[in-house]
Each structure stands twice: as C-alpha cells, then as structure tokens.
C-alpha cells in the first residue's frame, strides 16, 4: 500500500548511516511495515545494501544476517545456495517446517527477512519458534557503536514488543555448533488449514542427551523448559501448560491452545526419543 506520510527513503551502506534522524524506521524486507498505514513514519533506511553474508559457517556455529530473507534461509536449509552446512547440523532440517507455519504469498516469501520477522515478534513468528528451541542469540547494534546479545527467546517481550531500544538495530542471528548438531522437532497446529499456527512446540535434543523445549505462538511470550535428559512425559506436559500467558484471540481459545500444546509437546518428546528406541 501507498505510506502517505512517508516523504524519504535511502540506503545504509555503512554503520554511521543507520543513525536515524525522527521519524525513519529502519527496514529490510519491510512486507509488514508496507502492509498497512505507518502514521509516526516519515521515513525508510533500507538495510539491505549493508553487505552483511546471508549465511555464515562460523567455528563456533551459524550466523545468519538479519537481512537473510526466509526464502534464501529455507534454500540453504535443504543444500541449494552455499555454503554448505556441515553434515553433522541436523536442525537444518527443521527450518523449512518452522518457515512453513508463515502464511504468505509468493512475493513476500521471497521478500521477508529473517531478521525481521524476529523484530515483528508476533506471537506467531516462525523464525522466534525455531530460534526459541535453538537457544538462538540476537546480535544487536547499538548507537554508541557497540553491540549486545540476547536469547532470542528473552529478546520478545509481549505481542509485537520486544526489547530493542531507539537506535537499535539488529544485525544478526546465531546459533551454536552443538545446538545446530542437535536432533529438533516442531509441531505446529491450527484452527484453520491456511490460518497463522495458533500453537507452536518445537524442541531438540542434544548430543549429550540435554534436551530443550519451547511453547510459541499459543502464548504471548515465548516459554523455554530445560532438563538434563529426555524428560518424563507427564513432567514435560505439566511444564508446557504451566505458563499464565495462554491468549484468547480469533484463532483459538486459550484453554484450547493450553491443551493442545499439551498434545504437541507429547508428539515432540516422541520425536526426540526415537534414537533411544
């Protein structure tokens, strides 16, 4: 749609440049910020001419641009764009189910970013899902020229809140070698076939036997579990149903995703024993 009240629109290409002057907003894909009026918005910096690699095999793990869109992350996902992941990543092979849970047309899958469907913090963002089970870490900029790092899971706060101060901007994401070599399950439901997921329980289970699991989209804050091992499934149930923050909305009551995430977290745990049986 047309932004009336937008009268500039340029390009960062270095770090000085992303300092903004009132009323610029930051933007990458921008599918959301061009999907309906932005009245406190007068003008873009367009982020995607910063240079930034979409994706980096680092020694210590993945690291993946903000502005990576969710097409090129799929993509690289199954092997079609380099560089290569190792063999031994297995999350891999969860990205194209959590980028799936997105609704969207052709032309955003192609245009959103990673990054900021990360920054939009829905309650149903789909990268927040994986990267909540991935111990994923926001690498954030801040306008003293430094940088500081969050979960990505602490870094949403609420139904498109997050903690990301005035000047802020998110440079990447990343996610360690032992979490990206872990086995993950995600399973996602929803009230209708091509309705947003009204209840996300993703999970991975570690080389050591460690084992993390994450309730998203059903509640308005993601909620991380922890236990040394693969836990007890009554325990897991109980844990997954416990948050206060279960929402009522037009996709679903909140007793409805409370039990279902129940139902979901029975299938993920199943998911992550499979080498044991």
Not at 32 to 57: A, H, K, Y
Not at 96 to 124: I, R
Not at 181 to 203: P, Q, T, Y
Request: hydrophobic residues 45%.
């Amino acid at each position: 749609m047309d932004i009336t009240t937008v009268t500039s629109y340029r390009f960062a290409r270095t770090r000085a440049d992303l300092a903004l002057t009132p009323g610029e907003k930051v933007l990458a894909g921008g599918t959301w910020l061009m999907s309906e009026p932005q009245p406190d918005v007068t003008g873009f910096v367009d982020i995607t001419r910063m240079g930034w690699p979409d994706v980096e095999i680092l020694p210590d793990g993945l690291r993946l641009a903000a502005t990576c869109t969710i097409a090129r992350f799929v993509a690289w996902s199954r092997g079609e764009v380099a560089p290569a992941a190792p063999d031994e990543w297995r999350a891999t092979a969860a990205i194209p189910d959590a980028a799936h849970a997105l609704l969207m047309s052709f032309k955003v899958w192609n245009t959103a970013t990673v990054g900021g469907n990360v920054c939009q913090s829905f309650t149903a963002a789909a990268m927040v899902s994986l990267l909540a089970a991935l111990d994923g870490v926001a690498v954030i900029w801040t306008p003293d020229g430094g940088e500081r790092r969050q979960l990505v899971a602490e870094f949403v706060t609420g139904q498109a809140a997050n903690t990301l101060q005035p000047g802020e901007v998110l440079r990447a994401l990343e996610v360690s070698a032992p979490a990206m070599r872990a086995r993950v399950s995600l399973h996602k439901m929803a009230l209708a076939e091509l309705g947003r997921s009204g209840i996300v329980v993703s999970g991975r289970r570690e080389e050591d036997g460690s084992t993390v699991v994450a309730v998203t989209a059903s509640t308005l804050t993601p909620h991380v579990f922890r236990y040394p091992g693969l836990p007890a499934l009554a325990q897991l149930q109980s844990d997954v149903t416990s948050p206060s923050d279960f929402f009522t909305d037009a996709l679903g009551e909140a007793d409805w995703r409370r039990a279902v995430t129940a139902v979901l977290a029975e299938r993920v745990r199943a998911d992550l024993a499979e080498e044991d049986a």
